[in-house]
């Protein structure tokens, strides 16, 4: 009956507009709805039916958080509470239930990522990197878009010599998958790199001066140097 409902449920609320919230009202309680029907359904319970109804779920969230019932606002609110559900769902058995969770992941970041403190942020990254292995390439797809979302929500706050540690490891690991076997990957890996080099260009540098030679081809990470010697001087060496 669960699954059920929840399948009926992610099918309005992707409409939400037009059928739960068509009156406006609908928003009003989607705290309560997520905290009281979502989140205790995601928690990990043994068995094939649980795992079923988690997917639901979070087919469920995944259309609550596109179909505009929730605000910005509310879904900050009750961040704390869903991160850990949604990212310990990134380890999900099904092939399903971890690209619903990358998903979900990145909706949330587009939502509200920009509003999260760097303390939050840095809790989300780590699970994200372990997905870009997946056996599945849809869900390494998914995952990387999740990152390169995380990438584009580092704000001032985010500062970037106190936070290197966070940085060094994403790059390294994001470096070990621009050598990736698919060239799609590594394309994705090489635009990705690109975009957020400037969040730390010098430790950037470091990185891929470190594995170019090491690389089966050297194009991208020379490309990569390329671009962050074309970046200011004064934010491209570390202090």
Not at 70 to 84: A, F, M, N, S, Y
Not at 187 to 212: D, I, T, Y
Request: aromatic share 4%; proline share 5%.
């Amino acid at each position: 009956m669960r699954l059920s409902i929840f399948t009926m449920l992610a099918k309005l609320l992707l409409n939400a507009t037009n059928t739960l919230d068509s009156q406006g009202h609908f928003r009003d309680g989607a705290e309560k709805f997520l905290c009281d029907v979502l989140l205790p359904n995601l928690v990990w319970r043994a068995g094939r039916i649980a795992a079923a109804v988690r997917t639901s779920a979070l087919s469920c969230l995944l259309a609550l958080l596109h179909g505009g019932a929730i605000t910005p606002g509310q879904l900050l609110c009750v961040e704390e509470k869903l991160r850990p559900q949604v990212l310990s769902a990134l380890e999900e058995d099904s092939q399903m239930g971890r690209l619903l969770a990358c998903r979900s992941v990145s909706t949330m970041l587009k939502l509200i990522g920009h509003s999260l403190p760097p303390e939050a942020l840095n809790k989300i990254y780590p699970d994200l990197l372990k997905r870009l292995d997946d056996s599945s390439q849809e869900v390494r797809a998914a995952a990387l878009q999740a990152l390169g979302r995380w990438l584009s929500n580092l704000t001032k706050e985010y500062h970037p010599e106190l936070w290197a540690p966070h940085l060094q490891l994403l790059f390294q690991q994001l470096l070990l998958h621009l050598d990736d076997p698919d060239a799609s990957m590594q394309g994705q890996v090489f635009e990705m790199l690109k975009e957020g080099s400037s969040v730390h260009p010098a430790l950037l540098q470091k990185e891929v001066e470190a594995v170019r030679d090491k690389q089966r081809s050297p194009l991208y990470c020379d490309q990569l140097l390329q671009h962050i010697s074309s970046l200011p001087r004064d934010t491209s060496t570390l202090s």
